[in-house]
């Protein structure tokens, strides 16, 4: 990150930060380092799923509350964009850790800069003071006018993005391609940036409201180029300056070349093997042209005093609210950022018309990327056209099951035959194959038992027929199972007897006597809202009678995916596989 950033290339620290965030978040939460082979024992009750899941959400809005010092900003955009399932509780928790993280860095840079105890700095991303900043209502119209034009070059960005990714996922596979791709990046980015130089003659006077950092270059003594100055500094401070500078800094042309150019190479690196973020490029191209549109309407109306800046700032959200589709979230990072309560709503009104025009075509940039990666994250709400289907269309059919009494010998074989996380547990009795030609009912349900609770049952030889089972018994606790957390064994590394295949294991004790469950005619809408509300993982499908039919994970709800087009919705049913199939099961309808 640090290399991309010094190195010029058109990239943000924002997305950084995140990772970074969740990253920590994810193995604070644990209290051990399965890769150092450490364990410190501590937070041992946080080692599960659902606590890892809340502290990644609270590392994500720390990381964005760090690079913005925006807290409420990074809470929203955790909820927004970046957690599958939120609660009351894990609000105030987000929020607090989000004000944590701006305390600790402001500590920090007041101890680097000499005043230990100044708590007044902003972010990492500094955008500088807009509190005095106003605007007429006059150019609220003017101001959608620029949202739908953030809203098209959104959609275009995330169109030759989506087919850039594309292109990479077919050809660029190889490390040394992905390597020499990050090379030619470099070049062609410095390249570009010096023909912009030496072709776009832009010399400027120094004078007191010439930026504090300015670079000569081709320019004569007492000059300096403001395209050059944009260039050879952060692309924060380059977005600074558009917000700030006095009128008359930048010229029409200057303005026009450098966000052409900065629009192609940030499409071009993002995505691209460069840890990077796309809040800092997007804001800076919207601030370049918005910039421009404040020098044109200064020339339309030249009686009346006009600020280019707010304008650089109404286009930074326009094009950022028009890549990533974002708006709550992007309101009050920007409110935050820049101080600038007095514009909250022509920022918000700029960011829902800016996703209204760019949702015409495409989806949002974070969003591409998720579908392309396959990543079952479920959206707030259910895909449309889906109220006709129940949970016996798209549950999974045929299922394996246990008796409440199996033998070690078949809960060995269901192991290895299949990856499932989690069985449902049955009555004693026959249980009908799963398959079988004839698939209908797998017993009468009991429970609900996890992979990982079977292989630790299997290592620690927790048999019916074991000579020592009540001191085995006695020994299990609820730190047997979470002592390997997350990275649990594979059975293939449980080594297992012919003798030890004829005994049995008593699975009632350890399963969950009360999973959540459903009938096999509740609707999708319902399943989904329980998924989502409950943040549940698996949902067992049972009849009329409490007999097991089926099971649903989060892959069978989130292999719809929905796609919008010119006013049309399609919904696409995504096949459970490792290979990228899709098959169209609704009809497109406006």
Known sequence: MICSLTGGLA??????????????????????????????????DFRSDTEKRDFVSAGVAAGIAAAFGAPVGGVLLSLEEGASFWNQSLTWKVFFCSLTSVFVYNMIIGIYQGQPGDLSNSGLINLGAMADMTYLLYEIPIFLLMA????????????????LTMFRHKHITRNWARIMEVVLISAVTACVGFLLIYYVGDCQMMRDTSPQRTVQM??????????????????????????????GTYKPLTLGTFVVAYFLLACWT?????????????LLIGATWGRLCGIGVMLMLPGVAIDPGRYALIGAAAQLGGIVRMTISLTVILIEATGSIAFGLPIM????????VGNWFNAGLFDVHIKLL????????????????????????????????ESVGTIVDILH?????GFAVVSDGDIRSPLSDTPDTFGRMRGLILRSQLITLLQLKVFNESPDIDVIRAGLSIRSFRDTYPRYPSIKDVAITDQERRYTMDLAPYMNPSPYVVYMNTPFPRLFKLFRALGLRHLVVVDN???????????DLAKFRVEMHKGKIKVEELAISNELAVNPITRACP
């Not at 895909?383 to 059919?397: D, I």
């Open 545 to 555: 009678r409490n007999q097991v039919v089926g099971i649903l994970t989060r892959k």
């Open 417 to 421: 035959k299949v990856t499932h996380n």
């Open 218 to 247: 081709l320019c004569s003594d007492g000059e300096y180029s403001s395209i050059a100055t944009m260039l050879f500094q952060t692309s924060e401070k380059s977005l600074r300056d558009l917000l700030h500078d006095e009128p």
């Open 374 to 405: 396959r990543v079952p994250l479920l959206e707030w709400e259910p895909p449309p056209l889906s109220s006709h289907l129940v949970a016996r269309s798209v549950m999974s059919h045929p299922v394996y099951t246990f008796k409440t009494t």
């Open 349 to 356: 009104i700029t960011l829902i018309v800016a996703q209204w």
């Open 11 to 44: 990239v943000g620290k924002e997305g950084p930060m995140i990772h970074i965030g969740a990253i920590v978040g994810a193995g604070i939460s644990q209290g051990q380092s399965t890769t150092c082979r450490t364990d410190l024992h501590i937070l041992e």
């Open 270 to 282: 993002c995505g691209s093997w460069i840890p990077s973020g796309q809040f800092i490029p997007g």
């Open 148 to 163: 739908v034009g953030g809203g098209l070059t959104g959609a275009i960005f995330n169109f030759l993005n989506f087919q």
